[in-house]
């Protein structure tokens, strides 16, 4: 059974929609079906984000790149965005994917220095005729475009990563501590957001600055669609955090979806994928995380894990500052 917790304590959205006598209506109106569901913790204020868009009848498609955008740059995570840990030579590197159900999709991965890797993606979606680009051409391509060149690693991400290589220890963390607290330990996230618009139509984000202190030029699921996203309008979406091998080995997003279309449900189609990795890798199982994240064309979410303390956000109309915990195959984590 899944735990539910709410949190009340923040949101603008919320605020303003007080703040405005009768806007709460209009907004139910607009957006009866609108729902937009993030990984994390954080997740609840990108959706917040990505609500704006939604809540006044906006695209799917556009709702989870303001969510992407806020968490690139909003949040001050070690995981995703410009506070993001580096590689083990000290450099950050980001990669991201968005896709809608129509199978538009676009990519980039090991990107340097440029401060929103999600909207880089949606131009190679929508301004080339390929999918991914990555590493020097990705940056390349997105100066021509206009995003600004900038260093971006933090003072105190460098610092960490001077400390890491005193051990020079790659070990990845099984969502060591609660998110988002500063000082932090976790070592690996993804924001993974996906949307249902009124119109009934999906899309999907993914944003993350990948496993910290991995080798130069390693590149995640996060990037690769049907691995850390998948989406489809007939069916569902589905996205993934965690350590992004696994998900690629078993085009773990992909999969979920393929399962939600031979009818399973969201949470079913998500433990499947989770049974996939243990059974192809019963021991790393064991010591890293896996978690997905999935919404059908209906608006019905479902997630499941390996490990316990996997929490996802939950945003519409009649809730904005949902937090759920996932169910997981092994317990071995206390939130
Ligand atoms: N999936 C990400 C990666 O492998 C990291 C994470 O979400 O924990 O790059």
């Given at each position: 059974?899944?735990d539910?917790?709410?949190?009340?304590?923040?949101?603008?959205?919320?605020?303003?929609?007080?703040?405005?006598?009768?806007?709460?209506?209009?907004?139910n109106?607009?957006?009866?079906?609108?729902?937009?569901?993030s990984?994390?913790?954080?997740?609840?204020?990108?959706?917040?984000?990505?609500?704006?868009?939604?809540?006044?009848?906006?695209?799917?498609?556009?709702?989870?790149?303001?969510?992407?955008?806020?968490a690139?740059?909003?949040?001050?995570?070690?995981?995703?965005?410009?506070?993001?840990?580096?590689?083990?030579?000290?450099?950050?590197?980001?990669?991201?994917?968005?896709?809608?159900?129509?199978?538009?999709?676009?990519?980039?991965?090991?990107?340097?220095?440029?401060?929103?890797?999600i909207?880089?993606?949606?131009?190679?979606?929508?301004?080339?005729?390929?999918?991914?680009?990555?590493?020097?051409?990705?940056?390349?391509?997105a100066?021509?475009?206009?995003?600004?060149?900038?260093?971006?690693?933090?003072?105190?991400?460098?610092?960490?990563?001077?400390?890491?290589?005193k051990?020079?220890?790659?070990?990845?963390?099984i969502?060591?501590?609660?998110?988002?607290?500063?000082?932090?330990?976790?070592?690996?996230?993804?924001?993974?957001?996906?949307?249902?618009?009124?119109?009934?139509?999906l899309?999907?984000a993914?944003t993350?600055?990948?496993?910290?202190?991995?080798?130069?030029g390693?590149?995640?699921?996060?990037?690769?669609?049907?691995?850390?996203?998948?989406?489809?309008?007939?069916?569902?979406?589905?996205?993934?955090?965690g350590?992004?091998?696994?998900?690629?080995?078993?085009?773990?997003?992909?999969?979920?979806v393929?399962?939600?279309?031979?009818?399973?449900?969201?949470?079913?189609?998500?433990?499947?994928?989770?049974?996939?990795?243990?059974?192809?890798?019963?021991?790393?199982?064991?010591t890293?995380q896996?978690?997905?994240?999935?919404?059908?064309?209906?608006?019905e979410?479902?997630?499941?894990?390996?490990?316990?303390?996997?929490?996802?956000?939950?945003?519409?109309?009649?809730?904005?500052?949902?937090?759920?915990e996932?169910?997981?195959v092994?317990?071995?984590?206390?939130?």
């Open positions: 059974m899944t539910r917790r709410r949190f009340l304590q923040t949101g603008l959205l919320a605020a303003g929609a007080l703040a405005v006598p009768g806007m709460r209506a209009q907004t109106n607009a957006s009866a079906r609108a729902r937009v569901v990984t994390w913790d954080f997740g609840v204020q990108a959706n917040t984000a990505a609500w704006r868009v939604l809540e006044t009848g906006g695209s799917a498609l556009d709702a989870v790149e303001a969510g992407a955008r806020w690139e740059s909003e949040l001050c995570n070690p995981t995703v965005g410009h506070c993001g840990r580096p590689d083990r030579d000290g450099v950050l590197t980001l990669d991201a994917s968005i896709m809608d159900g129509d199978g538009r999709c676009g990519s980039v991965a090991a990107l340097q220095d440029i401060a929103h890797p909207s880089v993606a949606r131009r190679v979606m929508e301004k080339t005729p390929h999918v991914m680009l990555v590493g020097e051409g990705a940056q390349q391509f100066v021509q475009q206009g995003f600004a060149k900038q260093r971006l690693l933090t003072p105190a991400a460098e610092q960490a990563w001077r400390d890491w290589l051990t020079a220890e790659y070990k990845p963390e969502n060591a501590e609660r998110r988002s607290q500063p000082g932090n330990k976790d070592n690996h996230d993804t924001l993974g957001m996906l949307a249902i618009d009124a119109q009934g139509k899309a999907g993914c993350t600055s990948g496993m910290a202190w991995k080798m130069h390693r590149v995640g699921d996060s990037p690769i669609i049907g691995a850390g996203l998948y989406v489809d309008n007939e069916v569902g979406a589905a996205t993934a955090s350590v992004g091998e696994e998900m690629i080995r078993n085009a773990a997003s992909f999969l979920v393929e399962l939600m279309r031979q009818g399973r449900t969201p949470a079913d189609a998500c433990r499947e994928a989770i049974d996939r990795v243990v059974r192809k890798r019963p021991e790393a199982s064991k890293l896996v978690c997905f994240l999935a919404l059908n064309k209906h608006g979410v479902g997630a499941f894990a390996l490990h316990k303390g996997f929490v996802y956000a939950v945003c519409d109309a009649d809730e904005h500052e949902d937090l759920r996932s169910a997981s092994y317990a071995t984590k206390q939130l």
